[in-house]
């Protein structure tokens, strides 16, 4: 009964290749977002979907492109990985409305490119 | 676009010694905050947050944290922490567009 699930849970992969994370959430939320965590354990967001909609597409490369089939789902690709994408993403969700803005998160996917 | 400080990287404390971690944001409108832990290998967890109404907010695990608008901060709190406490923790503000900030975190490490 996981909230939030995200596939893989490690990924390591050469430099160049193409590369998907899947998210699902079963709580019935409408917007979903990606974080990225660095080695300094930073998290930055990198995307939000509402209900099918980007709704931030803060300033990452546009090697890395969300896609969501249905609001239960929210996957990451990534083109062309980079040494510098190596790193822990976060799925996460949220209901729309602020009053019950509490975001559920992902057990991670740690991406390690060689 | 707000941000989020918290000024202490890596704290170290012993077992029952009193925690206050501090977070402080920068915002003009109305903001919703929280505080999620980072248990080491375990994905994020929300230990608390704040909408509105009563400032001093209380959590899971005996954490609480008190909102002073006054001083833009949200500073965590626990009068006495375990070794089981040790983990990462991260304050978020969140803001009128739907935009989630967080800190850069702060370990916390617990001395049996």
């Known amino acids: 009964d996981t909230a939030v699930s995200q596939t893989p849970k490690y990924l390591v992969t050469q430099m160049g290749n193409d590369k998907s994370i899947k998210c699902e959430q079963n709580?019935?939320?409408?917007?979903m977002y990606w974080y990225k965590q660095d080695s300094k354990k930073f998290l930055k967001i990198m995307f939000s979907?509402?209900?099918?909609?980007?709704?931030i597409n803060e300033t990452v490369p546009n090697r890395f492109s969300p896609k969501s089939p249905d609001k239960a789902h929210l996957n990451l690709h990534i083109n062309s990985l980079e040494l510098g994408d190596s790193a822990v993403y976060f799925c996460a969700s949220s209901q729309a409305q602020p009053s019950t803005d509490t975001q559920y998160f992902g057990p991670g996917t740690r991406l390690t490119v060689l | 676009a707000q941000s989020v400080s918290q000024h202490n990287h890596h704290v170290i404390l012993s077992e029952a010694a009193s925690l206050e971690l501090g977070c402080n944001y920068s915002y003009g409108g109305t903001v919703n905050l929280f505080w999620y832990v980072q248990y080491p290998g375990q994905h994020l967890q929300l230990l608390l947050k704040?909408?509105?109404?009563?400032?001093l907010v209380k959590g899971i695990k005996g954490f609480e944290a008190e909102f002073i608008k006054s001083k833009f901060s949200f500073n965590l709190r626990k009068p006495s922490v375990q070794w089981s406490d040790t983990a990462e923790y991260f304050c978020a503000v969140r803001g009128n567009n739907n935009d989630m900030r967080f800190g850069a975190g702060t370990r916390l490490t617990v001395k049996p």
């Open positions: 979907y509402n209900n099918k909609e980007l709704i």
């Open positions: 709580l019935g939320h409408d917007t």
């Open positions: 704040y909408f509105s109404g009563d400032p």
